[in-house]
Nanobody, 123 residues
Framework: QVQLVESGGGLVQAGGSLRLSCAASGRTFSSYAMGWFRQAPGKEREFVAAISWSGGNTYYADSMKGRFTISRDNAKNTVYLQMNSLKPEDTAVYYC????????????????WGQGTQVTVSS
């Protein structure tokens, strides 16, 4: 397993940008597909984006395509989520996750979760 720590959340105005980071501990980071999920108040956790272990394949929820970009740096054991053109409905706690597989439908059940980072988008 890997331990995951997110950072980079905060308050931003609608139309603004944020970049989230997720730092992983452990030597097996590069063997995991990595992803981001989010949970808004009163709603279920939803898939945001995922990236394969090599970084060669990326997957996004439809509402994030064209606005969010997931990337990873295996040398730094870090995965990123660049979020542009943010909307108030993007307000949520964002979680980083590690899983064995990722695809168009999301990720296999994650083996590790981060503690989450709050993103608040004001109108």
């Amino acid at each position: 397993q890997v331990q995951l720590v997110e950072s980079g959340g905060g308050l931003v105005q609608a139309g603004g940008s944020l970049r989230l980071s997720c730092a992983a501990s452990g030597r097996t980071f590069s063997s995991y597909a990595m992803g981001w999920f989010r949970q808004a108040p009163g709603k279920e956790r939803e898939f945001v984006a995922a990236i394969s272990w090599s970084g060669g394949n990326t997957y996004y929820a439809d509402s994030m395509k064209g606005r969010f970009t997931i990337s990873r740096d295996n040398a730094k054991n870090t995965v990123y989520l660049q979020m542009n053109s943010l909307k108030p409905e993007d307000t949520a706690v964002y979680y980083c996750a590690a899983a064995t597989m990722a695809g168009e439908a999301g990720m296999s059940p994650p083996r590790s979760w981060g503690q989450g980072t709050q993103v608040t988008v004001s109108s």
